[in-house]
């Protein structure tokens, strides 16, 4: 089967994506192997995330975005994607709107398209009750700080101070002193499959500049260390936030780019900006 693809990233997070109102696919058909082909760097296109742009199965909804992490997985949620998803339907012609609302696995979020070419989605709300992460916290001595829970999570011997959030998608933020020295590539895989997380996490590093600016690496899961994560940006920002450490809005840096993030406090939305960019188009054969 030949798909035609735009390759795309939001801050160096970078996506294929595909549109599949115009092309005839049986998404459901396509297999792990055959999504992690299409986001290899040697053998396939190269991207963290492959999105699928469908048209959706319910009233009040303009698209349906289906989010596959490069190891072949179907996610829930995908910050830097829903940007990089509203630029490619405007540009394509699938829609004549700059705000649209679209149904992922996890909710509907409203990504809108600036003038100036910048996004900014409502991202909804976070959930930081653990047991919706799912993170099991059961026998750990969680202690607040603010209005945060803290929770020692065994990593490598060492108990490394956690904060759990769900974006739509599971968070294990961490605060270190700086993130060009933090030991990303060695716990990130740990905490991702870390057996009080079911289905796996996103791995957090935040290095706190001042109370309205962070640098933020990501151990994403299903993709290892990303240049940007939106949803991580979110959940890191939520988890400062509560701890009492940052005060929105926060600008966010990644090795890959700025974020910006505003959230007013429980039960409100997160809203989340910065950059969509169209690198080329192509035609592969999967
Ligand atoms: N890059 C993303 C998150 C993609 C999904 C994540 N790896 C997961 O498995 O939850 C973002 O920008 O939010």
Not at 32 to 51: K, T, V
Not at 109 to 130: C, F, H, K, Q, W
Not at 186 to 202: A, Y
Request: proline share 5%; with cysteine; hydrophobic share 40%.
């Amino acid at each position: 089967m030949k798909l035609k693809f735009t390759k795309m990233h939001g801050a160096g997070n970078d996506f294929v994506v595909i549109d599949a109102i115009n092309q005839q696919i049986d998404v459901d058909g396509i297999s792990a192997d055959q999504w992690q082909r299409l986001a290899d760097r040697r053998f396939g296109i190269g991207a963290d995330q492959i999105l699928v742009v469908e048209r959706p199965n319910e009233e009040g909804v303009d698209f349906r975005y289906r989010i596959f992490n490069n190891d072949g997985s179907e996610v829930e949620q995908c910050g830097n994607g829903s940007r990089a998803f509203v630029r490619f339907v405007v540009e394509k012609g699938l829609t004549q709107e700059r705000s649209i609302r679209v149904r992922t696995m996890s909710g509907i979020i409203n990504p809108r398209l600036e003038d100036d070419g910048s996004v900014t989605v409502d991202m909804g709300a976070p959930r930081l009750d653990p047991a919706e992460v799912p993170f099991d916290s059961a026998g750990l001595d969680g202690k607040p700080e603010g209005e945060e829970t803290l929770w020692p999570l065994p990593v490598g011997g060492e108990a490394t101070q956690i904060s759990v959030v769900s974006m739509g998608n599971p968070h294990a933020v961490q605060v270190v002193h700086n993130v060009d020295t933090a030991l990303v590539e060695q716990t990130g895989p740990l905490i991702e499959h870390h057996e009080r997380f079911p289905k796996r996490v996103n791995a957090g590093y935040m290095q706190v500049v001042d109370r309205g600016h962070i640098r933020l690496r990501v151990h994403e899961r299903g993709a290892g260390e990303t240049l940007a994560c939106g949803t991580g940006a979110c959940a890191a920002v939520v988890a400062g936030i509560r701890r009492g450490l940052l005060d929105s809005p926060v600008r966010v840096s990644a090795r890959g780019g700025e974020l910006s993030i505003t959230w007013a406090g429980a039960g409100q939305s997160v809203y989340l900006s910065g950059p969509a960019v169209s690198v080329f188009e192509g035609e592969v054969e999967i």
